[in-house]
Protein backbone atom coordinates (compact mmCIF):
# COMPACT_ATOMS: atom_id res chain seq x y z
CA UNK A 1 0.00 0.00 0.00
CA UNK A 2 2.76 2.81 0.66
CA UNK A 3 6.15 3.50 -0.27
CA UNK A 4 8.64 5.62 0.80
CA UNK A 5 9.16 8.44 -1.35
CA UNK A 6 12.40 9.94 -0.15
CA UNK A 7 11.43 14.07 -0.96
CA UNK A 8 8.26 13.68 1.19
CA UNK A 9 10.17 11.96 3.95
CA UNK A 10 10.52 15.75 6.13
CA UNK A 11 7.63 17.08 5.13
CA UNK A 12 4.73 18.14 7.71
CA UNK A 13 1.41 19.03 7.86
CA UNK A 14 0.65 20.95 10.90
CA UNK A 15 -2.60 20.02 12.66
CA UNK A 16 -3.68 23.13 13.72
CA UNK A 17 -3.97 24.37 10.21
CA UNK A 18 -3.65 22.03 8.08
CA UNK A 19 -0.63 24.00 5.77
CA UNK A 20 2.19 21.70 4.54
CA UNK A 21 5.74 22.44 5.26
CA UNK A 22 9.00 20.66 5.32
CA UNK A 23 11.67 20.38 8.21
CA UNK A 24 14.65 22.04 7.40
CA UNK A 25 18.04 20.66 8.29
CA UNK A 26 18.14 21.72 12.10
CA UNK A 27 20.41 21.44 14.97
CA UNK A 28 19.20 19.15 17.64
CA UNK A 29 18.58 22.11 19.82
CA UNK A 30 15.75 24.31 17.56
CA UNK A 31 12.83 24.43 17.32
CA UNK A 32 10.17 24.61 14.67
CA UNK A 33 7.12 26.65 14.67
CA UNK A 34 4.33 26.42 11.86
CA UNK A 35 4.79 29.78 9.40
CA UNK A 36 1.14 29.94 8.93
CA UNK A 37 -0.36 29.75 12.31
CA UNK A 38 2.47 30.00 14.57
CA UNK A 39 1.82 26.71 16.73
CA UNK A 40 4.47 24.35 17.97
CA UNK A 41 5.53 21.87 15.24
CA UNK A 42 8.72 20.09 16.24
CA UNK A 43 10.89 20.87 19.49
CA UNK A 44 14.34 20.47 19.63
CA UNK A 45 15.77 17.85 22.02
CA UNK A 46 19.37 18.31 21.82
CA UNK A 47 21.36 14.82 23.17
CA UNK A 48 18.08 13.41 25.15
CA UNK A 49 18.05 10.03 25.24
CA UNK A 50 20.41 9.36 27.93
CA UNK A 51 19.26 12.62 30.35
CA UNK A 52 14.95 11.20 29.35
CA UNK A 53 16.16 7.62 30.57
CA UNK A 54 17.74 8.80 33.34
CA UNK A 55 15.20 11.15 34.29
CA UNK A 56 12.49 8.26 34.06
CA UNK A 57 14.08 5.69 35.87
CA UNK A 58 14.50 8.57 38.91
CA UNK A 59 10.67 9.39 38.25
CA UNK A 60 9.56 5.82 39.08
CA UNK A 61 11.53 5.66 42.08
CA UNK A 62 10.04 9.23 43.64
CA UNK A 63 6.63 8.17 42.12
CA UNK A 64 6.54 5.38 44.94
CA UNK A 65 7.89 7.04 47.65
CA UNK A 66 5.98 10.18 47.14
CA UNK A 67 2.85 8.21 47.31
CA UNK A 68 3.32 5.36 49.96
CA UNK A 69 5.12 7.65 52.35
CA UNK A 70 3.47 10.40 54.52
CA UNK A 71 2.82 13.20 52.42
CA UNK A 72 1.52 15.53 54.82
CA UNK A 73 1.37 16.26 58.73
CA UNK A 74 -0.80 18.72 60.29
CA UNK A 75 -1.49 19.78 63.53
CA UNK A 76 -4.21 20.96 65.59
CA UNK A 77 -4.50 21.85 69.36
CA UNK A 78 -2.09 19.37 70.05
CA UNK A 79 -3.77 16.86 67.47
CA UNK A 80 -1.94 15.47 64.88
CA UNK A 81 -2.86 14.00 61.18
CA UNK A 82 -0.98 12.53 59.02
CA UNK A 83 -1.89 11.73 55.50
CA UNK A 84 -0.84 10.18 52.51
CA UNK A 85 -1.65 11.42 48.31
CA UNK A 86 -3.88 8.82 48.02
CA UNK A 87 -5.91 9.11 52.04
CA UNK A 88 -7.87 11.77 49.85
CA UNK A 89 -9.30 9.28 46.95
CA UNK A 90 -9.73 6.83 50.45
CA UNK A 91 -11.60 9.97 52.42
CA UNK A 92 -13.65 10.19 48.93
CA UNK A 93 -14.72 7.03 48.47
CA UNK A 94 -15.92 6.93 52.27
CA UNK A 95 -18.16 9.48 51.48
CA UNK A 96 -19.70 7.81 48.68
CA UNK A 97 -17.77 10.07 46.04
CA UNK A 98 -17.41 7.48 43.52
CA UNK A 99 -16.53 9.55 40.60
CA UNK A 100 -15.00 12.10 41.86
CA UNK A 101 -12.68 9.70 43.52
CA UNK A 102 -12.12 8.11 40.14
CA UNK A 103 -11.59 11.71 38.75
CA UNK A 104 -8.48 12.25 40.83
CA UNK A 105 -7.32 9.04 41.28
CA UNK A 106 -6.81 8.73 37.82
CA UNK A 107 -4.99 11.97 36.89
CA UNK A 108 -2.81 12.04 40.17
CA UNK A 109 -2.16 7.92 40.17
CA UNK A 110 -2.75 6.11 37.11
CA UNK A 111 -2.09 8.25 34.36
CA UNK A 112 0.99 9.55 35.87
CA UNK A 113 2.40 5.72 36.43
CA UNK A 114 1.09 4.69 33.24
CA UNK A 115 3.11 7.85 31.63
CA UNK A 116 6.36 7.04 33.63
CA UNK A 117 5.96 2.75 32.64
CA UNK A 118 5.36 3.83 29.24
CA UNK A 119 8.05 6.23 29.03
CA UNK A 120 10.12 3.05 29.98
CA UNK A 121 8.99 0.75 28.03
CA UNK A 122 9.97 3.08 25.03
CA UNK A 123 13.12 4.26 26.07
CA UNK A 124 15.40 1.37 27.38
CA UNK A 125 14.78 -0.57 24.38
CA UNK A 126 14.68 1.89 21.87
CA UNK A 127 18.56 2.63 23.53
CA UNK A 128 19.17 -1.04 22.94
CA UNK A 129 17.61 -0.76 19.33
CA UNK A 130 15.23 -3.67 20.37
CA UNK A 131 11.56 -3.37 19.35
CA UNK A 132 8.82 -4.99 22.04
CA UNK A 133 5.10 -5.57 20.79
CA UNK A 134 2.66 -3.29 21.00
CA UNK A 135 5.17 -0.25 21.65
CA UNK A 136 3.09 1.90 18.75
CA UNK A 137 0.17 1.40 21.34
CA UNK A 138 1.79 2.17 24.13
CA UNK A 139 3.19 5.82 22.93
CA UNK A 140 -0.30 6.64 20.95
CA UNK A 141 -1.94 6.25 24.16
CA UNK A 142 0.81 7.99 25.86
CA UNK A 143 0.55 11.28 23.72
CA UNK A 144 -2.75 10.78 24.63
CA UNK A 145 -2.89 10.99 27.83
CA UNK A 146 -0.83 13.56 28.57
CA UNK A 147 -3.42 16.06 29.54
CA UNK A 148 -5.40 13.91 31.81
CA UNK A 149 -1.88 13.13 33.96
CA UNK A 150 -1.95 16.24 36.70
CA UNK A 151 0.99 16.02 38.91
CA UNK A 152 1.77 19.54 38.50
CA UNK A 153 -1.67 20.85 39.53
CA UNK A 154 -1.81 18.83 42.30
CA UNK A 155 1.66 20.51 43.38
CA UNK A 156 -0.19 23.97 42.91
CA UNK A 157 -3.27 22.35 45.01
CA UNK A 158 -0.73 21.45 47.60
CA UNK A 159 0.83 24.99 47.84
CA UNK A 160 -2.57 26.58 47.68
CA UNK A 161 -3.76 23.98 50.93
CA UNK A 162 -0.54 24.61 52.64
CA UNK A 163 -1.39 28.60 52.50
CA UNK A 164 -5.07 27.71 53.52
CA UNK A 165 -4.57 26.57 56.38
CA UNK A 166 -1.37 28.23 58.20
CA UNK A 167 -3.93 30.50 60.16
CA UNK A 168 -5.60 27.38 61.69
CA UNK A 169 -2.77 24.96 62.06
CA UNK A 170 0.36 23.71 61.61
CA UNK A 171 1.58 21.71 58.30
CA UNK A 172 4.56 19.86 58.06
CA UNK A 173 5.90 18.48 54.70
CA UNK A 174 6.95 14.53 55.12
CA UNK A 175 9.56 12.47 52.91
CA UNK A 176 6.16 12.14 50.35
CA UNK A 177 6.04 15.70 49.24
CA UNK A 178 9.60 16.33 49.08
CA UNK A 179 9.84 13.32 46.66
CA UNK A 180 6.96 14.41 45.17
CA UNK A 181 7.87 17.75 44.22
CA UNK A 182 11.10 16.83 42.70
CA UNK A 183 8.72 14.05 40.83
CA UNK A 184 6.86 16.92 39.37
CA UNK A 185 9.95 18.57 37.72
CA UNK A 186 11.73 15.32 36.71
CA UNK A 187 8.29 14.39 34.74
CA UNK A 188 8.57 17.83 33.21
CA UNK A 189 12.03 17.60 32.08
CA UNK A 190 11.45 13.95 30.68
CA UNK A 191 8.13 15.43 28.80
CA UNK A 192 10.22 18.29 27.12
CA UNK A 193 13.49 15.74 26.52
CA UNK A 194 11.42 13.32 24.58
CA UNK A 195 11.88 13.49 21.11
CA UNK A 196 8.74 12.00 19.74
CA UNK A 197 9.48 12.19 16.06
CA UNK A 198 12.57 9.74 16.65
CA UNK A 199 10.58 7.41 18.28
CA UNK A 200 8.13 7.32 15.64
CA UNK A 201 10.76 7.03 13.23
CA UNK A 202 12.43 4.13 15.18
CA UNK A 203 9.45 2.00 14.88
CA UNK A 204 8.46 3.37 10.97
CA UNK A 205 10.73 5.25 9.00
CA UNK A 206 7.94 5.70 6.55
CA UNK A 207 6.27 8.91 7.34
CA UNK A 208 4.37 9.55 3.93
CA UNK A 209 1.58 6.98 2.50
CA UNK A 210 -0.53 7.06 -0.66
CA UNK A 211 -1.85 5.02 -2.67
CA UNK A 212 -2.50 7.47 -5.95
CA UNK A 213 0.50 9.56 -6.99
CA UNK A 214 0.72 12.78 -5.66
CA UNK A 215 -2.72 13.17 -4.16
CA UNK A 216 -3.86 15.23 -1.23
CA UNK A 217 -2.42 14.52 1.83
CA UNK A 218 -3.87 14.79 5.96
CA UNK A 219 -1.15 14.48 8.87
CA UNK A 220 -2.21 12.55 11.83
CA UNK A 221 -2.09 13.99 14.88
CA UNK A 222 -0.30 11.65 16.73
CA UNK A 223 2.58 10.39 15.18
CA UNK A 224 2.78 13.39 12.26
CA UNK A 225 2.85 11.20 9.42
CA UNK A 226 1.78 12.45 5.85
CA UNK A 227 -1.36 10.44 4.72
CA UNK A 228 -2.86 10.43 1.36
CA UNK A 229 -6.48 11.06 0.89
CA UNK A 230 -7.45 7.59 -0.41
CA UNK A 231 -6.02 6.14 2.64
CA UNK A 232 -7.90 8.45 5.12
CA UNK A 233 -11.12 8.04 3.12
CA UNK A 234 -11.01 4.16 3.00
CA UNK A 235 -8.83 3.11 6.12
CA UNK A 236 -10.01 6.33 8.57
CA UNK A 237 -6.57 5.01 10.21
CA UNK A 238 -3.33 5.92 10.64
CA UNK A 239 -1.07 3.42 8.81
CA UNK A 240 1.78 4.11 11.16
CA UNK A 241 0.62 4.38 14.35
CA UNK A 242 -2.98 3.06 14.09
CA UNK A 243 -4.85 5.97 15.17
CA UNK A 244 -8.27 7.45 13.67
CA UNK A 245 -8.00 9.76 11.21
CA UNK A 246 -10.03 11.53 9.42
CA UNK A 247 -10.27 15.26 6.73
CA UNK A 248 -12.07 16.65 9.08
CA UNK A 249 -13.26 15.49 13.07
CA UNK A 250 -16.89 13.95 12.13
CA UNK A 251 -19.54 16.05 13.62
CA UNK A 252 -17.12 18.07 15.02
CA UNK A 253 -18.93 20.87 15.85
CA UNK A 254 -22.05 19.43 17.30
CA UNK A 255 -19.70 17.33 19.23
CA UNK A 256 -18.15 20.33 20.72
CA UNK A 257 -21.76 22.61 21.04
CA UNK A 258 -23.10 19.75 23.25
CA UNK A 259 -20.40 19.31 25.74
CA UNK A 260 -19.55 23.25 26.08
CA UNK A 261 -23.49 23.66 26.88
CA UNK A 262 -23.69 20.92 29.21
CA UNK A 263 -20.83 22.31 30.84
CA UNK A 264 -22.32 26.10 30.81
CA UNK A 265 -25.41 24.29 32.66
CA UNK A 266 -23.39 22.45 34.91
CA UNK A 267 -20.92 25.81 35.97
CA UNK A 268 -24.30 27.09 37.43
CA UNK A 269 -24.63 24.70 40.13
CA UNK A 270 -20.96 24.43 40.42
CA UNK A 271 -20.66 27.91 41.47
CA UNK A 272 -23.96 28.07 43.20
CA UNK A 273 -23.42 25.45 45.81
CA UNK A 274 -20.55 25.01 48.38
CA UNK A 275 -17.71 23.02 47.39
CA UNK A 276 -16.80 22.44 50.99
CA UNK A 277 -18.55 22.56 54.73
CA UNK A 278 -16.77 22.76 57.65
CA UNK A 279 -17.40 22.45 60.98
CA UNK A 280 -15.12 24.01 63.46
CA UNK A 281 -16.72 23.48 67.50
CA UNK A 282 -20.15 22.97 66.80
CA UNK A 283 -20.60 26.02 64.14
CA UNK A 284 -20.98 24.25 60.31
CA UNK A 285 -19.99 26.86 57.57
CA UNK A 286 -19.82 26.31 53.89
CA UNK A 287 -17.89 27.76 51.10
CA UNK A 288 -18.87 28.36 47.52
CA UNK A 289 -15.92 28.88 44.98
CA UNK A 290 -16.50 32.86 45.17
CA UNK A 291 -17.15 33.38 48.69
CA UNK A 292 -13.57 30.93 49.36
CA UNK A 293 -11.86 33.52 46.95
CA UNK A 294 -13.52 36.60 48.97
CA UNK A 295 -12.18 34.69 52.30
CA UNK A 296 -8.52 34.50 51.46
CA UNK A 297 -8.74 38.30 50.29
CA UNK A 298 -10.08 39.07 54.08
CA UNK A 299 -7.51 36.53 55.59
CA UNK A 300 -4.90 39.01 52.77
CA UNK A 301 -3.54 35.85 51.34
CA UNK A 302 -3.97 38.24 48.03
CA UNK A 303 -1.60 36.01 46.06
CA UNK A 304 -3.41 32.73 46.96
CA UNK A 305 -6.41 34.41 46.05
CA UNK A 306 -5.38 35.73 42.74
CA UNK A 307 -4.30 31.72 41.68
CA UNK A 308 -8.14 30.47 43.03
CA UNK A 309 -9.33 33.50 40.81
CA UNK A 310 -7.97 32.60 37.88
CA UNK A 311 -7.89 29.09 38.12
CA UNK A 312 -11.42 28.28 39.12
CA UNK A 313 -13.04 31.28 37.55
CA UNK A 314 -11.63 33.50 35.04
CA UNK A 315 -10.28 29.93 33.03
CA UNK A 316 -13.18 28.41 33.02
CA UNK A 317 -15.64 30.74 32.07
CA UNK A 318 -13.12 32.35 29.61
CA UNK A 319 -12.79 28.71 28.02
CA UNK A 320 -16.26 28.54 27.50
CA UNK A 321 -16.50 31.80 25.88
CA UNK A 322 -13.49 31.17 23.84
CA UNK A 323 -15.07 27.73 22.31
CA UNK A 324 -18.11 29.52 21.87
CA UNK A 325 -17.02 32.16 19.75
CA UNK A 326 -15.00 29.24 17.34
CA UNK A 327 -18.02 27.70 16.69
CA UNK A 328 -19.26 30.52 16.01
CA UNK A 329 -16.49 31.75 13.71
CA UNK A 330 -16.78 28.71 11.90
CA UNK A 331 -20.32 28.63 11.83
CA UNK A 332 -20.68 32.11 10.18
CA UNK A 333 -17.70 31.27 8.04
CA UNK A 334 -15.74 34.32 8.82
CA UNK A 335 -12.47 34.46 6.94
CA UNK A 336 -10.24 37.30 8.61
CA UNK A 337 -8.61 36.44 11.81
CA UNK A 338 -8.16 32.96 11.92
CA UNK A 339 -4.61 33.32 13.07
CA UNK A 340 -6.18 34.88 16.13
CA UNK A 341 -8.69 31.94 16.57
CA UNK A 342 -5.79 29.53 16.35
CA UNK A 343 -3.93 31.19 18.81
CA UNK A 344 -6.66 31.19 20.89
CA UNK A 345 -8.05 27.63 20.49
CA UNK A 346 -3.95 26.33 21.55
CA UNK A 347 -4.59 29.03 24.40
CA UNK A 348 -7.93 26.73 25.98
CA UNK A 349 -6.16 23.77 24.96
CA UNK A 350 -3.35 24.31 27.68
CA UNK A 351 -4.90 26.25 30.33
CA UNK A 352 -8.57 24.46 31.03
CA UNK A 353 -6.69 21.51 33.37
CA UNK A 354 -5.39 24.21 35.66
CA UNK A 355 -9.11 24.39 36.66
CA UNK A 356 -8.74 20.83 38.57
CA UNK A 357 -6.81 22.79 41.48
CA UNK A 358 -10.00 23.88 43.50
CA UNK A 359 -10.94 20.12 43.30
CA UNK A 360 -7.50 18.73 44.58
CA UNK A 361 -7.68 21.46 47.13
CA UNK A 362 -11.08 19.90 48.80
CA UNK A 363 -10.00 16.27 48.16
CA UNK A 364 -6.65 17.25 50.18
CA UNK A 365 -8.16 18.83 52.74
CA UNK A 366 -11.03 16.71 53.51
CA UNK A 367 -8.51 13.57 53.84
CA UNK A 368 -6.22 16.24 56.28
CA UNK A 369 -8.66 18.12 58.59
CA UNK A 370 -10.42 15.42 60.35
CA UNK A 371 -10.55 16.66 63.60
CA UNK A 372 -13.48 15.61 65.31
CA UNK A 373 -15.12 18.68 67.12
CA UNK A 374 -12.48 21.06 66.69
CA UNK A 375 -12.27 21.23 63.22
CA UNK A 376 -13.42 19.42 60.15
CA UNK A 377 -13.79 19.49 56.80
CA UNK A 378 -16.20 17.71 54.43
CA UNK A 379 -16.47 17.59 50.41
CA UNK A 380 -19.69 19.65 49.41
CA UNK A 381 -22.23 18.98 46.26
CA UNK A 382 -20.63 21.63 44.13
CA UNK A 383 -16.99 19.57 43.48
CA UNK A 384 -18.54 17.30 41.26
CA UNK A 385 -20.34 19.49 38.99
CA UNK A 386 -17.12 21.87 39.08
CA UNK A 387 -15.15 18.67 38.51
CA UNK A 388 -17.83 17.64 35.44
CA UNK A 389 -17.05 21.27 34.10
CA UNK A 390 -13.30 21.08 33.63
CA UNK A 391 -13.85 17.41 32.13
CA UNK A 392 -16.39 18.66 29.88
CA UNK A 393 -14.40 21.66 28.36
CA UNK A 394 -11.31 19.74 28.18
CA UNK A 395 -13.26 17.19 25.62
CA UNK A 396 -15.16 19.48 23.97
CA UNK A 397 -11.38 21.17 22.95
CA UNK A 398 -10.32 17.75 21.67
CA UNK A 399 -13.50 17.44 19.58
CA UNK A 400 -13.07 20.74 18.13
CA UNK A 401 -11.34 20.00 14.72
CA UNK A 402 -9.13 23.23 14.63
CA UNK A 403 -8.12 23.16 10.64
CA UNK A 404 -12.14 24.05 10.35
CA UNK A 405 -11.12 27.73 11.29
CA UNK A 406 -9.05 27.63 8.14
CA UNK A 407 -11.35 26.41 6.07
CA UNK A 408 -13.57 29.87 5.24
CA UNK A 409 -10.04 31.70 4.08
CA UNK A 410 -9.25 28.98 2.36
CA UNK A 411 -12.35 28.18 0.60
CA UNK A 412 -12.26 32.40 -0.14
CA UNK A 413 -8.37 32.31 -1.17
CA UNK A 414 -9.45 29.40 -3.75
CA UNK A 415 -12.60 31.20 -5.32
CA UNK A 416 -10.39 34.30 -5.90
CA UNK A 417 -7.73 31.68 -7.94
CA UNK A 418 -10.88 30.12 -9.42
CA UNK A 419 -12.11 33.86 -10.74
CA UNK A 420 -8.57 34.91 -11.49
CA UNK A 421 -8.43 31.90 -14.05
CA UNK A 422 -11.94 32.31 -15.29
CA UNK A 423 -11.34 35.85 -16.37
CA UNK A 424 -7.58 35.05 -17.85
CA UNK A 425 -9.19 32.31 -20.38
CA UNK A 426 -12.33 34.91 -20.95
CA UNK A 427 -9.46 37.42 -22.05
CA UNK A 428 -7.54 34.63 -23.96
CA UNK A 429 -10.89 33.73 -25.75
CA UNK A 430 -11.39 37.46 -26.79
CA UNK A 431 -8.29 37.75 -27.78
CA UNK A 432 -8.24 34.64 -30.48
CA UNK A 433 -11.40 36.10 -31.14
CA UNK A 434 -10.33 39.47 -32.32
CA UNK A 435 -7.20 37.26 -34.06
CA UNK A 436 -9.64 35.63 -35.82
CA UNK A 437 -11.29 39.09 -37.25
ZN1 LIG B 1 -0.20 25.89 11.34
ZN1 LIG C 1 -0.19 8.21 13.05
Known amino acids: ?24 ALSPDHSLVCYNCNSLLHSGHGKWLNTATAVVVASLILFFISNFFPFLTLEVGG ?20 LLAGLVFTTIFLFPLFEIAAYLYLLIPYSMNKRLPGQHHVLRMMIRAQDWSMLEIFMLSVVVTSVKLTDMAE ?57 GESIVDEYKSCPRCESELHRRIPQSMQKTFALILAATILYIPANLLPMMTYTSLGVTESDTIFSGVIELIAADLWWIATVVFIASIVVPIAKLVIMYYLLWAVHAKIRIGARHRAALYRISEIIGRWSMVDVFVVTLLVALVQFGFIYTVEPGSAIIAF ?9 AVETFDPRLLWDAKDEAEAEIVARALESQKAEKRTEAEDAKD
Open 387 to 395: GAVVVLTMI
Open 171 to 227: LYLEPGAYAFFVLVGMLMLAYAKLDRRKLWAWMNTNNYYHTVENEYAYDCHICQALV
Open 1 to 24: MSEILEHRKDWLICHNCGEFQTIV
Open 79 to 98: QAQTATILDGVGALIERNQW
